[in-house]
Structure formats: C-alpha cells, structure tokens
C-alpha cells in the first residue's frame, strides 16, 4: 500500500506538526492517537494491518495525525483555561490545515475520524461539534468524561467540548438534523476501564433521539489494542 511520511509548520499551533498517510484512495479518514500519543502509534499498533487489504485496494485512506495532548488536556503545568485554548488551536490545526490537505489528496466525499482511547474522544467529540464535515465516526474505548483532567474548573468554553454535558442540552435543530446522517459507532468491552463513558454517551444519544451504534464486547474484551484491531477489522 502507498504510505507516505508528511511534516509541516502549523501557523496555528506555531511548530511543526507531523502525519502518517495510508492508501492512495476510497474513505478518507482522520486517526486520532491516544492519550499524548504520537501519529506513528496507530501503526504501530498493529492497526493498519489489520485492515492492509483495504487501503491496497483502494477502499480506505487513513491520515495518522499527531496530537497536542500533552499541551492541552494532559498539561499540568497550565492553567485550565490554557489547555482549552490549546486544544481549540488544535481543532483549528485539524480543520484548517489537515482537511484540505485530505481533501487535495483525495476528494472521494464523505469524511470519517476514529481513534483508540482518548482518540476516540478527539473523534466523537469533533463529529459531534462539525457533522456538516464529519460523516462517519468509530470510537473504540472512548473517554468521553474530561472533567477528571481539570481540577474541578469549568467555564463554557470546556462545556463545550463535554458531549456528555452539552449533547443534553442541545436543542439547535441544524446539529439534530445533521446527526441524523452522521454514522457513529461507540465500541467498547465489557473490561473496558471506558465501558461506564460509553453507557453514558450512548443513553444521552438515545434520549436525545441521535442514531448510534452502541456495541459492547464481550469474551473478556478490554481495553487493549488487540481488541482495537479486532473492531478495525469490524467497522472498517
């Protein structure tokens, strides 16, 4: 399969920023790595394998990207209020930089995102604030609660990127309207340490009306990367 090394300077997050693509054509879709990780580690993981046949023929295209965690959610060192202004800088990055990158390379429509983990929060988190961009999202053991992350800190900037507590409260009829087309799968294991996130997301989505597919694993499944290549297998 193609795979291709691409590095740049970010003028929005002022450093350069790195990123794995795999394929040469069919769905495009943004990786998201786990929690401070890096845009190699879905690789790897063992993740690309194996789906290998997919990106060959033509079927998938993967773009690996990099996170700012540890300058946003995971930086201890910075004031709460810091690290959401991280982080809208890398959402900026991601749909101002990264997707019209993705979309020079590939113009197939349709976008989909997914990620391990906290990745798989990066995912739904953006599907659910951009469903006139995103059309397909996989979570796989998804943390969807940041509030452990804050020391009790709360504004409406970080509401805003708390789907379990803006997903209750949202009422706007263009995002509703949107989610109704938007493909969302929330996989997780009955060992997952995530298992209780992906409950909760999944009862808010079903009250509020929102198509999901909720799929908990069973056979001791955790949350582990072997596991995750097992649902790539199943959601791709």
């Not at 197939?108 to 983990?117: D, H, P, R």
Request: proline residues 5%; negative net charge; aromatic residues 16%.
């Amino acid at each position: 399969m193609r795979r291709e090394y691409h590095r740049w300077y970010s003028p929005i997050l002022e450093r350069d920023m790195e990123l794995l693509e795999f394929g040469h054509a069919g769905m495009p879709m943004i990786v998201f790595p786990t929690s401070r990780g890096r845009f190699f580690d879905y690789e790897d993981r063992g993740m690309i394998a194996a789906t290998a046949w997919k990106y060959e023929q033509g079927l998938l295209h993967a773009f690996c990207v990099d996170s700012v965690d540890a300058e946003s959610w995971y930086n201890d060192a910075a004031s709460p209020q810091h690290r959401v202004w991280r982080h809208n800088q890398y959402e900026r990055y991601i749909l101002e930089e990264v997707l019209p990158f993705i979309r020079h390379r590939n113009s197939t429509q349709g976008l989909a995102v997914t990620g391990c983990s906290f990745g798989g929060y990066h995912a739904v988190n953006i599907a659910l604030r951009h469903p006139d961009i995103i059309t397909h999202c996989v979570s796989m053991g998804g943390a969807f609660d940041l509030k452990r992350l804050m020391g009790g800190y709360y504004d409406q900037e970080f509401y805003f990127h708390q789907p379990l507590d803006y997903l209750p409260n949202m009422n706007d009829g263009w995002y509703w309207e949107r989610y109704q087309s938007l493909r969302l799968v929330l996989a997780t294991g009955e060992n997952d340490i995530c298992l209780p996130d992906n409950l909760r997301l999944a009862e808010v989505l079903r009250q509020k009306s929102i198509p999901h597919w909720l799929d908990v694993w069973g056979n001791g499944a955790g949350h582990d990367w072997p596991w995750w290549q097992q649902m790539a297998v199943k959601f791709f």
